[in-house]
C-alpha cells in the first residue's frame, strides 16, 4: 500500500510540533467523499495525531510512516512542516513569501464568462486600466488571456492563460482556462498547478455539461471550490434553484456570501452576509470600475430609499431571515476539504460583485500547498522506477518550506512572440524559491546533469517580463529548446525528486497529418514538433516507427485539429491536409507489449488498430466502445485503461 514519510522538524520546539500534529486532524484531505464524512471534527483531536506525537518522541528526528489515506488535508497545506532531507544549500522560501501567494483556476461551461471574469479580475487587482472585450467592437481593446488570433476569430479560450499581479499584500495568479470540451486537457493541466478554483456558472442556466466534469476534476484533486454565479444583469433562476442544484447534483453544500438583489434590469447589487453590508452598484462605462454605495442593513430607511424598489426591498428582508435560520454556517475546515463552497452573485460584464469576490478570495483561499512526489536516491539509477515499492502517485510530501526548489512543468507554449519563435516552459513552482541563473535537475535526465535558468519571465497572458526570484504558488516561464516536456519536474539537491505526471486522456477523433508541399518540410516538421510538445494534440505511429512513416494525431474533439492546422498555417506559413481514420476511442495498454502480441496472436484484437505513443508504448485503436468495453473485460492482462502518463523517470 501507499506510505507517506513525515520527517519531524528539528527546528520546531516541541510545543510548536505537539500543535502541529493536532492542526493535521482538523481538515479532510482530499479524498473520495465516503472517506471525508468519518474524518474527524474540527473540535476533536484524531487518535493518529497521538501516535504520531509518540512516534516523534521516539524516533526523534527519524523517520517514521502513516498510510497516506490518512493523511489529514491541513498536513498538506501545512507551512511549518518540512518531508524531505536537503542539501548543505538551502533554496528555502521565506514563509512571509509563501503565506502571500494565491492562485486560482478559473472554470465553467463555455460562454458563462470566464474570460470576461479574468479581464474584471485584473481591472480590480490594479493590473490593467481598462478591462477588454471577448468580442471587440469599435474601440474596444481584446482581451489580455485571448491573445491567439483564433482565440480572438471565434470569442473563445483555446488555450490556458497565466496571469499575475499583486493586489494588497499579496501576490495573486489567475488562470484562465478553456470551456470547450474539446480543450478539456489544457483545464486540466490548468487544474494540476492551482490550489483554489472558482466555478463560474450562467445565472440562466445554471449548472451545465462541461460544468459538471470540470466539477469532478476539481473534486478528484481536492482543490476548494469556489462558486460564482455570473450575468445577474440578465433574466436568472432564483438563487434557492441554483444552490439545490448544486447540492442535489454534486452533493455540494453552499454557503452564499453575497446575496443577489433582483435579476436582469432590476438587479440592484448584492447583501455581502459577512458584513452585514448592502452594495448597490451604478452601471460604469464598458471596461471601467462599477460605482458602489454601501448601506449597512441597519439602516431600513436608508436602504428602501436607495433600492427604490418596494418589492425588492421585502424580498431582501424576507431572504436574509431566511438565509439566517436556515443556512449552516461557514466552516472553512470543510471549504478546505471541499466539502463546502462559498457562493457569490454577481456580473463581470457590469463589474457588479467582482471585487467582492476578489476581496473574499484572498481572505479565504488556500495559500500554495504540500504535494506528493516521488523520491529517487543518488546512484539508484533507472532500477528505482521498476522497484516494487515504486508509487507512481508519490510516497513523500513536499512542503512549500522544503529547503530545495522543487516544480513541474504542466504547460508548454511555442510562438508567444511570433517574431522570434519561442517557446516557454509553464513550471509551477512547487517549494524552494527559484533564483535566477540556478542550476536545476529533471526528472527524465540521468542523475547529475543539471539545466541553467539564465532567466525566467513572469506571465501575463502573451506579455512577459523577467523576474529575478519567484516562490512557491508562482508560474514561471523558463526558456524550453525541447528538453521540457508536460509533466516533468525540475529540482535541485541530491536526490531525484518526481511529482506525479499529468495524463493524457482517452482521444475520440484519428487522422493522418500530412505535408502537401515538399518545399516547406523543414518548417511543417519543426511545427508539428512543437505543437505536439505543448499538448495540442497527441501522436501516434505504427510499431516502430522512428519518424519515418505517417502521422497520426488524435485528440479529444475535431476542434483541435482545426487549431492545429490554423496556426500550422498563422504561425509557420505551412499547409496541411487531414485524412480522417474511422476509429472513435484509444485504450494504452499497460501490460505492455508481450501481452498485446499474445492477445493478437490469439485473434483477439481482429478489427483493432494496433500503434504506439511517443513514449513507444501501445495503444489500441477500437471503433466503439462496446469493442473496447469486451476485450478490456474478457483480456484483462492487457490491463486497459482511457488515460496514461508520462513516464517519471527515463
Aim: proline content about 6%.
Amino acid at each position: 500500500s501507499s506510505r507517506c514519510k513525515f520527517l519531524a522538524p528539528a527546528t520546531l520546539p516541541l510545543p510548536q510540533w505537539t500543535a502541529n500534529i493536532k492542526e493535521r486532524s482538523k481538515r479532510s484531505i482530499g479524498i473520495p467523499s465516503t472517506i471525508m464524512r468519518h474524518s474527524p471534527s474540527p473540535s476533536t483531536p484524531s487518535p493518529w495525531s497521538w501516535i504520531l506525537l509518540l512516534c516523534s518522541l521516539v524516533v526523534g528526528s527519524s523517520a517514521f510512516h502513516v498510510p497516506r489515506s490518512l493523511v489529514p488535508r491541513s498536513a498538506l497545506r501545512s507551512t511549518e512542516e518540512a518531508a524531505l532531507p536537503s542539501s548543505s544549500t538551502s533554496h528555502a522560501a521565506p514563509i512571509t513569501e509563501i503565506n502571500r501567494r494565491r492562485n486560482l483556476a478559473i472554470i465553467s461551461h463555455p460562454d458563462s464568462g470566464k474570460t470576461t471574469m479574468t479581464e474584471k479580475l485584473l481591472l480590480y487587482g490594479g493590473a490593467l486600466q481598462t478591462a477588454g472585450a471577448v468580442r471587440m467592437k469599435g474601440e474596444q481593446r481584446g482581451t489580455k488571456s485571448d491573445f491567439m488570433e483564433m482565440e480572438r476569430e471565434r470569442g473563445i479560450s483555446i488555450s490556458s492563460t497565466v496571469m499575475s499581479f499583486d493586489y494588497n499584500s499579496l501576490h495573486v495568479n489567475i488562470l484562465d482556462t478553456p470551456g470547450h470540451q474539446d480543450f478539456s486537457e489544457d483545464t486540466y493541466r490548468a487544474l494540476a498547478a492551482a490550489d483554489n478554483a472558482v466555478m463560474l456558472l450562467d445565472a440562466a442556466k445554471g449548472l451545465e455539461p462541461q460544468t459538471r466534469k470540470l466539477f469532478e476534476v476539481c473534486r478528484m484533486r481536492g482543490l476548494p471550490l469556489f462558486t460564482f454565479v455570473n450575468k445577474m444583469d440578465r433574466p436568472a433562476l432564483t438563487p434557492y434553484e441554483i444552490m439545490d442544484q448544486i447540492e442535489a447534483e454534486f452533493g455540494l453544500e453552499t454557503f452564499p456570501m453575497l446575496w443577489p438583489i433582483g435579476d436582469g434590469d432590476r438587479f440592484k447589487g448584492v447583501l455581502d452576509r459577512m458584513e452585514n453590508v448592502v452594495h448597490l452598484f451604478d452601471r460604469a462605462e464598458r471596461g471601467t470600475k462599477s460605482q458602489v454605495r454601501q448601506v449597512p442593513m441597519s439602516d431600513l430607511e436608508t436602504l428602501k430609499e436607495h433600492i427604490n424598489d418596494e418589492e425588492l426591498y421585502e424580498k431582501l428582508l424576507e431572504d436574509q431571515e431566511i438565509l439566517q435560520e436556515l443556512i449552516s454556517p461557514l466552516d472553512m475546515d470543510r471549504v478546505m476539504a471541499g466539502q463546502q463552497s462559498p457562493l457569490f452573485f454577481g456580473s463581470a460584464m457590469t463589474n457588479f460583485g467582482v471585487q467582492l469576490f476578489l476581496d473574499k478570495f484572498c481572505a479565504m483561499g488556500s495559500k500554495p500547498s504540500a504535494r506528493f512526489a516521488t523520491k529517487q536516491e543518488e546512484g539508484k539509477g533507472k532500477k528505482a522506477s521498476h522497484d516494487e515499492s515504486f508509487d507512481e502517485e508519490g510516497d513523500e510530501l513536499v512542503p512549500p518550506e522544503y529547503e530545495e526548489f522543487t516544480g513541474f512543468v504542466f504547460k508548454t507554449q511555442a510562438n508567444l512572440d511570433p517574431k522570434h519563435r519561442d517557446r516557454l516552459a509553464y513550471v509551477r513552482i512547487v517549494s524552494g524559491s527559484y533564483q535566477k541563473g540556478m542550476k536545476v535537475g529533471h526528472s527524465r535526465s540521468k542523475m547529475g546533469k543539471k539545466y541553467n535558468l539564465a532567466q525566467a519571465q513572469a506571465l501575463f497572458g502573451s506579455d512577459r517580463e523577467t523576474v529575478e526570484i519567484a516562490y512557491p504558488g508562482d508560474v514561471i516561464g523558463i526558456n524550453n529548446p525541447g528538453n521540457f516536456a508536460i509533466g516533468d519536474t525540475l529540482f535541485t539537491g541530491n536526490n531525484l525528486i518526481a511529482f506525479p505526471g499529468i495524463p493524457s486522456f482517452s482521444p475520440e477523433v484519428f487522422a493522418y497529418i500530412r505535408n502537401p508541399n515538399p518545399s516547406t518540410y523543414k518548417s511543417f516538421q519543426k511545427g508539428i514538433d512543437q505543437l505536439l510538445a505543448e499538448g495540442a494534440v497527441q501522436s501516434l505511429r505504427q510499431r516502430n516507427d522512428d519518424g519515418g512513416g505517417p502521422l497520426i494525431l488524435a485528440a479529444v474533439g475535431q476542434l483541435q485539429f482545426e487549431v492545429v492546422q490554423a496556426r500550422l498555417k498563422s504561425e509557420y506559413g505551412v499547409d496541411s491536409v487531414l485524412e480522417p481514420i474511422n476509429y472513435t476511442l484509444a485504450r494504452w495498454a499497460d501490460g505492455g507489449w508481450e501481452a498485446v502480441d499474445k492477445a493478437d496472436k490469439d485473434g483477439k484484437l481482429f478489427g483493432i488498430m494496433i500503434l504506439q505513443d511517443r513514449w513507444k508504448r501501445p495503444v489500441l485503436l477500437f471503433r466503439n466502445d462496446w469493442k473496447a468495453a469486451s476485450v478490456t473485460e474478457e483480456e484483462k492482462y492487457l490491463e486497459l485503461k482511457p488515460w496514461s502518463k508520462p513516464p517519471l523517470f527515463e
